[in-house]
């Protein structure tokens, strides 16, 4: 899990800097904005599923686990409504964690053939 968490900043890290170059600040803020709602998602959710085996069951993570996409709504329509950011690059910077774990899946599966 440790090798995930550096591909998603090296991810988000070279998409901060291609966007700056390619596209401006307000695309490379929203690629910021959406990377960081993704990584806090992933840790959310990797807490979530390292506690499933502890035996005891909180209501406080299960409305803590439904609000996080109430927050992610709300910041999608705060940045289209009254932002300039933009908010096709927020939508992208979500999809960081499914890069990671492609490449993930890539380097396992180099790594089964030796």
Do not use: Q
Not at 66 to 82: D, E, F, N, S, T
């Amino acid at each position: 899990m440790e090798r995930m968490g550096k591909l998603m900043l090296a991810l988000g890290g070279a998409g901060v800097i291609a966007l700056l170059v390619w596209r401006g600040w307000t695309w490379s803020l929203g690629w910021v904005l959406g990377c960081t709602a993704s990584m806090l998602n992933f840790h959310w959710l990797r807490r979530v599923t390292d506690s499933l085996g502890s035996g005891t069951a909180k209501d406080r993570k299960a409305v803590l686990l439904g609000l996080r996409y109430l927050l992610l709504g709300g910041g999608a329509y705060v940045i289209l409504k009254y932002t300039a950011i933009s908010l096709p690059a927020a939508l992208a910077g979500l999809f960081v964690p499914v890069a990671a774990v492609i490449i993930e899946i890539l380097i396992e599966l180099m790594y089964a053939r030796t």
